[in-house]
């Protein structure tokens, strides 16, 4: 049953060094407040898991959390590369990167095994590329039933996942709302779950647009920190910062300045620093 306590004390009672994270939310309710307390609690040799590793991901790796990730698509979107992300696979800085890529079904089709508690996943895909000459883990089967050669790859399965939300109540039961991602199958195929909140209220009041309800059994824990998902976006609450995702380019193409940045707004802040962010957005909204 989900607990309601403190980030920090979510992080730490529940990831620890050399697991395999998947942090989940596909351009919409992506947990930053979340990551930068891992880096702030100096995890290390994690395998992080994550279809489009965007900027959250640039960060972790860039402070030395992960030695390998798992991955469909990788950039800045609209922008360019995740630099920090290309230096530890170029040139193995902080430390050196693995990667195994996959497509986005594939990813997708992995998270829904995992959490129907499968060994893998089957798929049309995969045909006229190449990524399986480079992935070991991309293989194919026969249909017992019609001969037909389909894709396979491993199920998802991970130690712990970790969402943004905007609202839990105050049993444990979290909705997400707008475009879902695959969150749910991501938490569902976890052995333990972290999810932050923009806030918990006394009742959920769905359903509404899109929306989704993870019921307490799935959750390990929760904490409320509003703003968290910044600087993507919370429908209903913040619109995404278009500007902080141009920004990041320079921020993260040189080490020393990628450095000083997460130092002063990452290892010297905490998620109180999610709030403003959060208010500064939410008084733009028409």
């Not at 607990?3 to 930053?32: K, Q, W, Y």
């Amino acid at each position: 049953m989900a607990e309601i306590c403190s980030l920090a004390d979510a992080i730490a009672r529940n990831l620890n060094d050399g697991e395999t994270v998947a942090m989940e939310g596909f351009t919409h309710l992506i947990p930053f407040a979340a990551a930068h307390e891992v880096i702030r609690q100096g995890r290390k040799r994690l395998r992080l898991v994550r279809m489009t590793p965007d900027l959250i991901y640039d960060q972790l790796i860039g402070m030395g959390v992960a030695d390998r990730l798992v991955f469909s698509w990788g950039g800045n979107p609209g922008v360019g590369s995740l630099h920090r992300f290309r230096d530890a696979v170029e040139n193995g800085w902080p430390n050196p990167l693995a990667i195994e890529e996959h497509s986005h079904a594939a990813m997708a089709n992995a998270y829904e095994a995992g959490a129907a508690n499968l060994p893998f996943a089957v798929l049309r895909g995969y045909q006229g590329v190449d990524l399986q000459n480079v992935n070991p883990n991309i293989r194919s089967v026969s249909c017992p039933f019609t001969g037909e050669t389909l894709a396979a790859v491993p199920a998802i399965r991970p130690d712990v996942t970790i969402i943004h939300a905007q609202r839990a109540d105050r049993i444990g039961n979290v909705l997400i709302e707008g475009i879902v991602g695959v969150q749910k199958q991501a938490v569902l195929a976890a052995k333990r779950s972290i999810v932050t909140v923009e806030e918990v209220v006394n009742e959920l009041d769905a359903p509404s647009f899109n929306s989704v309800i993870l019921p307490s059994w799935t959750i390990s824990a929760i904490a409320i920190v509003p703003g968290g998902a910044y600087p993507s976006y919370a429908q209903g609450y913040y619109r995404r910062a278009n500007g902080f995702y141009k920004s990041w380019d320079r921020i993260a193409r040189d080490r020393v300045t990628f450095t000083r940045w997460m130092q002063g707004n990452v290892l010297e802040q905490g998620p109180e620093a999610f709030l403003g962010h959060r208010f500064d957005v939410v008084e733009a909204l028409p």
